[in-house]
């Protein structure tokens, strides 16, 4: 069974950066997908930035610039720079993977940005 853990996540103020980081418990490289999702309360689930195997970056527009995603291969590490915080990303983040028919999970990481 494939284990996503995530950490990172913490209380920054608007402005500030955060790193996520998602260790697999496998090889990242076979994934179809590597990916980070959030989900503020009240809301539901959305895709945040996408990593393909090939790696193709996509993203959400809210984080465009001011997000990156990006991986290790040696160490099957994937990661999330998040520059430029704003309130409204206050979440819980999630890392997320897939391969052929089946998803994963990890169990998700808070990140709070308040002044």
């Known amino acids: 069974q494939v284990q996503l853990v995530e950490s990172g996540g913490g209380l920054v103020q608007p402005g500030g950066s955060l790193r996520l980081s998602c260790a697999a418990s496998?090889?990242?490289?076979?994934?179809?997908?590597m990916a980070w999702y959030r989900q503020a309360p009240g809301k539901d689930r959305e895709l945040v930035a996408a990593l393909s195997n090939s790696g193709i970056t996509t993203y959400t527009a809210s984080v465009k610039g001011r997000f990156t995603i990006s991986r290790d291969i040696p160490k099957n590490l994937v990661f999330l720079q998040m520059n430029s915080l704003k309130p409204e990303d206050t979440a819980v983040y999630y890392c997320y993977s897939s391969k052929l028919q089946s998803r994963y999970w990890g169990q998700g990481t808070q990140v709070t940005v308040s002044s």
């Open positions: 496998e090889s990242i490289f076979s994934f179809n997908v």
